[in-house]
């Protein structure tokens, strides 16, 4: 993973980023998105409206949302998306992508491709190739091949999720 550069390593957003296999249309509700969140043990979801972006719903977007009385069966997603998606292409160094994600207070970065989604990348994933590869040492801790995102979706296909 990665291109060694001198003695440091250059990770690029596409090594890391999750394919962009769940995504929600505009009609969705609050609960839908929820669901699927969950099912897909996702932070959010990219609303699309055929190839275009519409916007991004977080998790804390659904909580903020039901906590301020929103049914979540009857609200529309487009009521609590956010509509100025930043986003990032694939070849984008996750040491840049880190960087806007902190200036924007952002925790889901979408990855487009020629105007077309990709990936997604979240900050959960940039810390555990963080944790993997910056050590005191320069030594590798863990394996980078196997984030935490592989492993939460092995819980989902086996069931295990209490």
């Known amino acids: 993973m990665g291109v060694v550069q001198g003695e440091r390593i250059a990770v690029r957003v596409a090594e890391i980023m999750t394919s962009a296999t769940v995504t929600d249309s505009t009609t969705g509700t609050l609960r839908s998105a929820a669901e699927q969140m969950w099912r897909q043990q996702l932070g959010s979801l990219v609303i699309v409206d055929g190839d275009t972006i519409a916007g991004i719903v977080t998790e804390r ?6 906590a301020r009385g929103a049914d979540p069966d009857a609200a529309p997603i487009t009521d609590v998306m ?3 998606v930043i986003t990032v292409s694939p070849d ?8 806007l ?3 924007h207070w952002i925790r889901h970065l979408p990855i487009v491709d020629g105007g077309r989604l990709v990936g997604i990348l979240s900050q959960r994933d940039i810390t555990g190739v963080f944790a993997a590869l910056w050590d005191e040492s320069g030594v590798t801790e863990i394996d980078v ?6 492993r939460r979706l092995a819980r989902v296909e086996a069931g295990d999720l209490d």
């Open 92 to 99: 984008t160094h996750i040491r840049d992508a880190a960087r």
């Open 101 to 103: 994600m902190a200036q």
């Open 61 to 66: 977007d659904v909580l903020r949302a039901v």
């Open 145 to 150: 091949d196997n984030l935490v995102r592989e």
């Open 82 to 84: 956010t509509r100025d």
